[in-house]
C-alpha cells in the first residue's frame, strides 16, 4: 500500500527551525505533527501534516543516555493535541531531525523508544494514522501505524512551497 505524507514548505520551515536549536543539555531536540489520513487511488494513503507542536524546554528530561528524552508532559500534550484533533482522521507523529545527509534511519534507540508511544496515541485516536518522521539535511521519511496495523515506511514525503522538495524512500528498510 502506498503511503504519502504532504505538507507545506512554511510548516517544513517552522519544524526544521525548532529541531535545529540548541538545548541546555539535549543533543538533539523532538517534537510531533498532526497529520489527517485520506485517501489516494488505488487503495493508498494520504497523510497531511497540518500542524507542528514544539516540546517546551522544561520537558526534557536531562539522560545522557540517549539524544534526547521528554517526559510524561510532552506525551500528554501530544495526546490531548490528538484527542482534541479537528477531525477523527487526526493523528500525531514524533518528529526529530538526525544532523547528518541522506535518508534518515532509525537508530537502535529510534526503534526501541518510539513505538512504545504509539498505543496511547491509538488509544485516543482510533481511526488515525500515528508514527515517526525522521528529517535529516536533505532528507525525510516516515514510519506509519495505520488502525490497527504494524508500522509501514511511507514512499514519500513532499514539501509543498518554493522550493517543492519530494523525498522518497530509497533504502530498503
Known sequence: MSIQFKLTGAL????????????RFAAERVGFVSGRM???SAGGKLVLVTRYHCI???????????????NSEAITRAM?????GRSLREGIFHVHLHQHHGEPVPSKT????????????QAVGRQAAHGMILLSADHAVAWVWLP???????DS????GIPIRVFER???Q
Open 12 to 23: 517544513y520551515r517552522e519544524i526544521m527551525r525548532d529541531l535545529e536549536r540548541p538545548h
Open 38 to 40: 485520506g485517501s489516494l
Open 56 to 70: 517546551p524546554d522544561d520537558c526534557y528530561i536531562d539522560d545522557p543516555d540517549v539524544g534526547a528524552r521528554v
Open 80 to 84: 490531548h493535541a490528538v484527542y482534541h
Open 110 to 121: 529510534d526503534w526501541r523508544e518510539i513505538p512504545k508511544i504509539m498505543p496511547g496515541f
Open 148 to 154: 490497527g496495523g504494524e508500522p509501514t515506511i511511507s
Open 157 to 160: 514525503i513532499s514539501v509543498i
Open 170 to 172: 530509497k533504502a530498503l
